[in-house]
């Protein structure tokens, strides 16, 4: 059982930046795709950003696209969100997650909030 803790999450004002960071005990992230999704209350649930185990391939929602990087260091065994020019309907919580199924893809699993296992959720809140 992959276990994963998200770390990062808080309050911060419109225009400005958090990085999240989800690491991984006991098992290597080397071979899953790991994600971030997020859910705010009233809304459904979204994949906000995916990226592949091994060769860099990136998915992004559009609403986020341009303003927040993933990225993944192996050797710290930790996947990191950088989220920039932070907006109030950016408030959610946010879960990591990680997947090694052979019937999605990067796209999908951002696409579908698809995922064999999830962190228990960091809170980020936008506000002035």
């Known amino acids: 059982q992959v276990q994963l803790v998200e770390s990062g999450g808080g309050l911060v004002q419109p225009g400005g930046s958090l990085r999240l960071s989800c690491a991984a005990s006991?098992?290597?992230?080397?071979?899953?795709?790991i994600g971030w999704f997020r859910q705010a209350p009233g809304k459904e649930r979204e994949g906000v950003s995916c990226?592949?185990?091994?060769?860099?391939?990136?998915h992004y929602a559009d609403s986020v696209k341009g303003r927040f990087t993933i990225s993944r260091d192996n050797a710290k065994n930790t996947v990191y969100l950088q989220m920039n020019s932070l907006k109030p309907e950016d408030t959610a919580i946010y879960y990591c997650v990680a997947d090694a199924s052979p019937f999605r893809t990067v796209q999908t699993m951002c696409h579908n909030q698809r995922a064999d296992y999830w962190g228990q959720g960091t809170q980020v809140t936008v506000s002035s």
């Open positions: 990226i592949s185990s091994s060769d860099g391939i990136t």
């Open positions: 006991k098992y290597t992230l080397d071979y899953y795709r």
